[in-house]
């Protein structure tokens, strides 16, 4: 019994060290170049913020493509179009979205078909500086040979600091960098083992 209250305790410790260091390698990010151009541009939803950087980053040219990805089914087009606030000519000719991703995981697979579906080589990744670390293990996971830049949004100020929902994203990143590990014979690297956090 004695044994197992060390395992535990090592095991939260060891949890501990890995939240700060999980912390202090988002605090290092870099804020993101749009010099180099992709293909396209990937925005995984979960906030406004998201989606206008990504509809400002194919304005100014960085790619010819936007995708959506893990748009509610209650959204219309007319509403989303709202939302992007972009010119109806581009609407038309150069954003798509897609309404079957209910989390991280479905976003990478959902990318990864409209990747194949658009014979797209490269893609710049659009989501929040929290989320990147996890969302670029799924999209590795999916996308192994797509050429991939992280593009953050939001910078890191100490007073914004949640710890306890920088806790549980650190919890689901340690869980889809466990299983790409297990089930890809970690072929694919994490996203701060890459550096791919640093935005490029």
């Given at each position: ?22 912390i ?16 396209g ?23 010819a493509?936007?995708f ?5 089914t ?26 079957k ?8 697979e959902?990318?990864?078909e ?24 799924e999209?590795?996971?999916n ?6 830049i ?7 100020r100490p ?13 689901k ?10 089930f ?17």
């Amino acid at each position: 019994m004695k044994y197992l209250l060390y395992l535990i305790m090592a095991l939260i410790l060891i949890w501990l060290f890995g939240l700060f260091y999980f912390i202090y390698a988002l605090s290092q990010v870099a804020l993101p170049s749009s010099d180099e151009k992709t293909d396209g541009i990937v925005v995984l939803t979960g906030g406004s913020s998201r989606l206008q950087e990504a509809v400002d980053l194919l304005e100014k040219g960085v790619a010819a493509r936007l995708f959506i990805s893990g748009v509610n089914t209650n959204v219309t087009d007319a509403e989303l179009h709202a939302v992007l606030g972009s010119s109806e000519r581009l609407v038309d000719c150069c954003i798509e979205s897609g309404t079957k991703a209910q989390n991280t995981v479905g976003n990478a697979e959902e990318i990864s078909e409209w990747v194949t579906r658009r014979h797209i080589s490269s893609i710049r990744v659009v989501t929040s500086l929290e989320h990147m670390p996890r969302a670029m293990i799924e999209m590795r996971r999916n996308m192994p040979d797509i050429k991939m830049i992280a593009h953050p949004v939001g910078q890191w100020r100490p007073e914004n600091i949640r710890f306890m929902s920088l806790a549980r994203e650190y919890s689901k990143f340690l869980v889809s960098l466990l299983r790409s590990k297990l089930f890809d014979g970690g072929a694919t690297s994490s996203h701060m083992e890459s550096k791919a956090v640093e935005a490029e």
